[in-house]
């Protein structure tokens, strides 16, 4: 995943594919890179935040990326920007033991561009693309159960609750209903297979996104464990940003969105909690809101590209006050469908 992304077409579950790094001036602005200072940029991509930052100041980045060809495709900006930039292969929750790893007890910025890249939807083979024709796999990591074992394993239940909660499909019983009497007949191995099956089901207009947008949506988000990998790497931001570091995080659908305001919301109030996330009694506020609500990109961006039309940046910085115990994180993911059923291999 994840920086460095933008584009026109509407392409695959979470949006079109990106070319251009989504509310760049305003990641910047909240990031405010600073002469000697280091930054985390979790979610490196093609590169395009990570880039920025290094030419904003003298300073120092770390980047993270889970997908190895991402970091093979970034060698270039590590060799252009010499000693100011390592690039690691990792999942960004563990973005704190990265960041000690490469020598830095606490760092001056986080930003997590929360999403999938254009390269992984550019290409067929890696299974994201509903127009692409591909082997139905969606791993960012390109390891570990696919797209295509979930689709073959998970009952009509597991599969409805799925669709219905990381995709947010009203339509999720008839899908998965519609999966099972398909895969009955034949495997579904090709990501153009599953998105005729689910269009037969789901009708859009011609100016709504594809029929099968939130079940890819879905599958992806389940696949790479990404909301349970987003509440664990703000908590990691939390532990690893020095007093007065900034914490800036774009994420693209609600579900996400609502997981980064939970958080902020819980970690800036004193002894406050939530149903979402409870506090611990008696703990200081660990962030300050630099940005009240969400902050989105203006007409001409949206225009320019239609990704950051559905972009929302929220932004805080450390207190001096400890990190929060690692606490209840998994209050802040939806209520989630049972998965054991991919995993037993």
Same mark, same amino acid.
């Given at each position: 995943?994840?920086?460095?992304?933008?584009?026109?077409?509407?392409?695959?579950?979470?949006?079109?594919?990106?070319?251009?790094?989504?509310?760049?001036?305003?990641?910047?602005?909240?990031?405010?890179?600073?002469?000697?200072?280091?930054?985390?940029?979790?979610?490196?991509?093609?590169?395009?935040?990570?880039?920025?930052?290094?030419?904003?100041?003298?300073?120092?980045?770390?980047?993270?990326?889970?997908?190895?060809?991402?970091?093979?495709?970034?060698?270039?900006?590590?060799?252009?920007?010499?000693?100011?930039?390592?690039?690691?292969?990792?999942?960004?929750?563990?973005?704190?033991?990265?960041?000690?790893?490469?020598?830095?007890?606490?760092?001056?910025?986080?930003?997590?561009?929360?999403?999938?890249?254009?390269?992984?939807?550019?290409?067929?083979?890696?299974?994201?693309?509903?127009?692409?024709?591909?082997?139905?796999?969606?791993?960012?990591?390109?390891?570990?159960?696919?797209?295509?074992?979930?689709?073959?394993?998970? @009952?009509? +239940?597991? *599969? !409805?609750?799925?669709?219905?909660?990381? $995709? &947010? =499909?009203?339509?999720?019983?008839?899908?998965?209903?519609?999966?099972?009497?398909?895969?009955?007949?034949?495997?579904?191995?090709?990501?153009?297979?599953?998105?005729?099956?689910?269009?037969?089901?789901?009708?859009?207009?011609?100016?709504?996104?594809?029929?099968?947008?939130?079940?890819?949506?879905?599958?992806?988000?389940?696949?790479?464990?990404?909301?349970?990998?987003?509440?664990?790497?703000?908590?990691?931001?939390?532990?690893?940003?020095?007093?007065?570091?900034?914490?800036?995080?774009?994420?693209?659908?609600?579900?996400?969105?609502?997981?980064?305001?939970?958080?902020?919301?819980?970690?800036?109030?004193?002894?406050?909690?939530?149903r979402h996330l409870p506090a611990v009694a008696g703990a200081?506020? @660990?962030? +300050?809101? *630099? !940005?009240?609500?969400?902050?989105?990109? $203006? &007409? =001409?961006?949206?225009?320019?590209?239609?990704?950051?039309?559905?972009?929302?940046?929220?932004?805080?910085?450390?207190?001096?006050?400890?990190?929060?115990?690692?606490?209840?994180?998994?209050?802040?993911?939806?209520?989630?469908?049972?998965?054991?059923?991919?995993?037993?291999?």
């Amino acid at each position: 995943m994840m920086a460095g992304r933008g584009g026109s077409e509407t392409d695959a579950a979470g949006g079109p594919a990106r070319h251009l790094p989504v509310l760049l001036t305003e990641v910047l602005d909240y990031l405010a890179p600073q002469p000697g200072g280091v930054y985390v940029d979790g979610t490196f991509g093609a590169g395009g935040y990570t880039r920025a930052i290094l030419d904003a100041a003298d300073c120092r980045a770390i980047a993270i990326d889970r997908d190895p060809n991402a970091i093979r495709d970034g060698q270039a900006l590590v060799a252009e920007f010499g000693g100011r930039l390592t690039l690691v292969p990792e999942r960004f929750s563990a973005l704190d033991a990265v960041a000690q790893a490469a020598g830095e007890t606490l760092v001056d910025g986080v930003v997590l561009d929360i999403g999938v890249s254009s390269m992984q939807i550019d290409e067929g083979e890696r299974g994201f693309s509903f127009r692409r024709d591909g082997p139905l796999d969606m791993r960012m990591s390109q390891d570990g159960p696919s797209a295509a074992d979930l689709v073959a394993k998970l @009952s009509e +239940t597991e *599969l !409805a609750n799925l669709v219905y909660r990381f $995709g &947010e =499909e009203r339509h999720s019983r008839a899908v998965a209903k519609a999966i099972l009497a398909a895969r009955a007949e034949a495997p579904i191995e090709r990501t153009l297979q599953l998105a005729d099956i689910v269009a037969k089901v789901v009708w859009a207009k011609p100016h709504e996104p594809h029929p099968s947008t939130r079940t890819f949506q879905a599958l992806r988000i389940a696949v790479n464990d990404e909301l349970g990998e987003l509440a664990r790497a703000l908590a990691a931001a939390e532990r690893i940003l020095k007093p007065g570091g900034r914490l800036v995080v774009v994420t693209f659908h609600s579900l996400e969105d609502r997981i980064v305001k939970n958080f902020l919301a819980n970690r800036s109030k004193v002894a406050s909690g939530s149903r979402h996330l409870p506090a611990v009694a008696g703990a200081a506020p @660990s962030f +300050t809101l *630099l !940005a009240r609500g969400a902050v989105e990109a $203006g &007409e =001409e961006e949206r225009a320019a590209n239609p990704r950051a039309r559905s972009a929302k940046l929220r932004a805080a910085a450390r207190t001096t006050a400890p990190a929060h115990p690692y606490g209840d994180l998994g209050s802040l993911l939806p209520p989630l469908p049972v998965l054991d059923a991919h995993r037993r291999r």
